[in-house]
C-alpha cells in the first residue's frame, strides 16, 4: 500500500464534498449541483444535490463535438458471425430512434421500461434511449424463467416491455417471446406494450394483436427524429436492477443518475486506467451489474471503444475472446474467475495463439478469485490481473487496486485495498468491534455509501435499512454479508457469504428461492438448499429434499426420475441459473429442537468438512441421512 493510495483514499474519507466536486469535474452538468451530500437522513445519502444531468448525454451526445466518427460500440455474436461497428454518430441517431419508439408509446419521465433481452446491439440502444428521456430502465436477465419475470414485472410496473424473438446459444436458438408471454399472464400488473426486436430466429413467435409491436417497423418512422435529452435531478433514479437475497422476493436496487454518472467516470480513470479511445471489452451479460456498469455506461462515459459481445470463452473455439482482444486492440479486459477456470481446462496453445500486446490489465469481479486461477491467468497471459470486489448494490469497485492512481504488488486471491469513498472495516459478528490483522469478521462499510452504490430498494425503504444496516446492535453500518481477513500488509481477502445467499459463476442467488422452486413439485414435503463449493463455478447449489411419500424415492430409478422432474419444476419456476448440482432425497432433515434446519452443517458434511457443533440437534437421524445421501449411499 504505497503512499500515494494512502493519501487519495483518505481524502476521499475525510474531505468528501472536496474530494467529489474534483471527480464531478469529469462529467457534464446541465446544471451545476448546490450541495455535494446530503446526509441529514441517514443511511440514506444523496449526492450533487441540485444538479441536473442526463447518463445518455454522458455517455454519447457529449463525445459527439470530438470523437462523432470515433467506433463507440462494436457488437460481436459469436453465435451468429454477426459484428457491427457504431461510431458515436451512429450510436446518437439509434439511441434517438429507439428513444422517439418509446416517447410513441407514451413513455416518459419516471416510467419503467423493462428489458428482457440478449445481449444485441438494440438491447444497449434501449437502456440508453431510456434514461434518454427521463424514464427508468430494469434489465431481467434472459436466463430468467416467465414466473421470475412475473415477480419483476409486479415489482416495477413497467409501461413498455422490450425483448426479442429470440437469444443463441451453443448454435440453438433460445426463444425470448413465449416466456414474456407467460409473465405478462402471470403478472397481476403487466405492461400496456411489448415492442420486439425480430432476429428471425423464431419462426413460430405468437404474437398478441394491438399489445405487440415490431421494433423495426417503428424505427423506419422516426429514423431522422431528434429526441432531446431530459435532464434530471442527480438523485433521480436512473434504474432498477433486481438481486437475490435471503427473503424469496428479490430486491429492486435502485441507483441514482448523477452520483452514477460521476462514480463510474472516476472508476474508468483510477480503477481501470482507461483513457478515451481505448477499447475496453467486458464479458459479461446487460442483465448484470457489470453489464450496466462496464458494457454500456462506464466506457462510453469515458469515451472508451467499447466492445458489446455475444461470445462464449469456448465459442467458437477457445482463442475467441483473444482474437477479438489482438483484432480490436484491447487495452483493458473485465471477466469473471469462473470463465478463467473454463479456459484453464483448454490447450494452454489457444491463449498464444494471438497478439496480446495492446492488452494492458485484466480486471476479474463477480465471486471470490482463487490464488491458483489468478496465478495461472497471470502466467499465462504475462499481464497484470487484478482481482477486484464488488457488489450489485454498490455498482462499482469496493475493494481494488488502483492502478490509475499508484501500481502496487498484487497478491494472488486478493482484490488488495478498500476503493476510495468506501470505508471499509472488518467487524467481529458478535461484538461489532474492528478484528486485528489475520482474524475473520464481516466486511463492512461506516456509511455514507459513495457516489453509485444503491440509494434505496426500489418502493421500499425501510426493506432497505433493515436488510443493509441493522446487523448490529446499535451500530448503523452497511454490510456486505461476506466475511473477509486482512493480512500484516493491509491486503483483503474475501471468504464468503455470512447469509443464505449462494454466487454461482459470479451470480447471486437466494436459497431461499430455490427452495420455494423444489417445493412446488408436489411431491417435496419440505427442502434445505445449501451452496457447496465448486470447482469450475465458485458454488452451487445443493438440495436435500423429504418428500411426502417415501415410496417415490424407494429405488434408485425412482430417485433419478423425480431428481428429473424436480429439476425441471426448478427451471420452469426459475430457470435454469436455479438448477441444483443434485436433488438428494432423505426422509429426514436435521433440526435443533427448537425446528431449525442446521444448514450449516448439511453445507459442511457437502464439503467434506465436520458439522460442527451438534448440542441442538434434536434427533442424529437427519445427520446421517445427509452424510449418507452425499456418499451416495
Not at 23 to 40: I, S
Not at 145 to 170: E, F, H, N, Y
Not at 293 to 310: E, K, R, W
Request: include cysteine; hydrophobic fraction near 40%.
Amino acid at each position: 500500500m504505497g503512499a500515494k493510495y494512502q493519501e487519495f483514499h483518505r481524502r476521499s474519507i475525510e474531505d468528501r464534498d472536496g474530494f467529489w466536486s474534483e471527480q464531478a469535474r469529469l462529467v457534464d452538468w446541465h446544471k451545476p449541483f448546490g450541495k455535494v451530500l446530503d446526509y441529514a437522513k441517514p443511511p440514506f445519502a444523496k449526492w450533487f444535490v441540485g444538479g441536473e444531468i442526463n447518463l445518455c448525454h454522458n455517455a454519447v451526445d457529449r463525445h459527439l463535438k470530438d470523437r462523432a466518427s470515433q467506433p463507440a460500440l462494436i457488437y460481436i455474436s459469436t453465435e451468429t458471425g454477426e459484428e457491427k461497428t457504431y461510431t458515436y454518430a451512429e450510436l446518437h441517431a439509434e439511441v434517438q430512434r429507439m428513444a422517439a419508439v418509446l416517447q410513441s408509446l407514451g413513455v416518459g419521465k419516471g416510467d419503467r421500461v423493462l428489458i428482457y433481452m440478449p445481449m444485441i446491439a438494440e438491447a444497449l440502444f434501449a437502456m440508453l434511449a431510456t434514461v434518454r428521456i427521463g424514464a427508468i430502465h430494469s434489465v431481467v436477465f434472459g436466463g430468467f424463467a416467465a414466473s421470475s419475470l412475473a415477480t419483476r414485472i409486479d415489482d416495477a410496473r413497467p409501461k413498455v416491455m422490450i425483448t426479442a424473438d429470440a437469444g443463441m446459444r451453443g448454435g440453438k436458438a433460445v426463444p425470448y417471446k413465449h416466456l414474456v408471454d407467460e409473465s405478462l399472464r402471470l403478472a397481476e400488473t403487466p405492461a400496456e406494450k411489448v415492442l420486439i426486436v425480430n432476429r428471425g430466429l423464431d419462426k413460430d413467435m405468437p404474437l398478441v394483436s394491438g399489445r405487440d409491436l415490431d421494433y423495426a417497423t417503428l424505427r423506419a418512422q422516426h429514423l431522422n427524429t431528434q429526441v432531446p435529452c431530459t435532464f434530471v435531478e442527480s438523485s433521480h433514479p436512473s434504474y432498477i436492477l433486481y438481486t437475490s437475497g435471503t427473503t424469496g422476493k428479490p430486491k429492486g436496487v435502485q441507483r441514482d443518475t448523477g452520483g452514477y454518472c460521476v462514480a463510474l467516470a472516476a472508476s474508468m480513470r483510477h480503477v481501470y486506467q482507461a483513457n478515451p479511445g481505448e477499447t475496453y471489452f467486458a464479458t459479461s451479460d446487460i442483465g448484470w451489474v457489470v453489464g450496466h456498469s462496464y458494457i454500456v455506461y462506464g466506457p462510453l462515459i469515458n469515451g472508451d471503444v467499447d466492445q458489446a459481445t455475444a461470445a462464449r470463452s469456448v465459442r467458437p473455439d477457445p482463442a475467441i475472446w483473444w482474437e477479438i482482444v489482438a483484432e480490436h486492440k484491447v487495452t483493458t479486459m473485465f471477466s469473471s474467475p469462473t470463465a478463467i477456470r473454463v479456459l484453464k481446462k483448454q490447450d494452454p496453445a489457444f491463449l498464444r495463439k494471438y497478439d496480446l500486446s495492446s492488452l494492458r490489465h485484466v480486471f476479474l469481479a463477480g465471486e471470490p478469485l482463487d490464488e491458483t486461477t489468478a496465478q495461472w491467468i497471470a502466467e499465462a497471459l504475462d499481464k497484470p490481473i487484478y482481482d477486484h470486489y464488488w457488489q450489485t448494490e454498490t455498482g462499482w469497485a469496493l475493494l481494488t487496486g488502483l492502478p490509475g492512481i499508484e501500481n502496487h504488488p498484487t497478491k494472488f486471491g486478493s482484490p488488495s485495498f478498500p476503493a476510495y469513498g468506501y470505508d471499509v472495516r472488518l467487524l467481529h459478528e458478535a461484538t461489532a468491534e474492528e478484528v486485528p490483522p489475520n482474524e475473520k469478521g464481516v466486511v463492512a462499510v461506516i456509511p455514507p455509501l459513495p457516489p453509485g452504490c444503491m440509494s434505496t430498494v426500489w418502493g421500499q425503504d425501510e426493506r432497505f435499512v433493515q436488510t443493509y444496516f441493522t446487523s448490529f446492535r446499535n451500530k448503523m453500518v452497511y454490510t456486505t454479508f461476506d466475511w473477509g481477513i486482512r493480512d500484516e500488509d493491509n491486503y483483503y481477502f474475501i471468504l464468503g457469504r455470512t447469509d443464505d445467499v449462494i454466487n454461482v459463476a459470479g451470480h447471486r442467488l437466494g436459497t431461499r428461492e430455490i427452495e420455494e422452486a423444489v417445493s412446488a413439485h408436489d411431491a417435496i414435503a419440505e427442502v434445505a438448499v445449501v451452496g457447496v463449493a465448486d470447482q469450475l463455478k465458485g458454488q452451487m447449489p445443493l438440495a436435500f429434499a423429504v418428500v411426502k411419500d417415501a415410496a417415490r424415492a424407494a429405488t434408485p430409478e425412482l430417485r433419478a426420475a423425480l431428481e428429473k422432474e424436480v429439476m425441471a419444476k426448478v427451471d420452469s419456476l426459475l430457470g435454469a441459473i436455479g438448477r441444483p448440482k443434485r436433488v438428494h432425497f432423505i426422509n429426514q432433515l436435521p433440526k435443533t429442537r427448537s425446528g431449525k434446519v442446521l444448514r450449516r452443517s448439511i453445507q459442511a458434511i457437502a464439503e467434506g468438512r465436520d458439522p460442527g457443533d451438534l448440542t441442538t440437534l434434536d434427533d442424529p437421524i437427519g445427520i446421517q441421512m445427509v452424510k449418507d445421501a452425499v456418499d451416495g449411499k
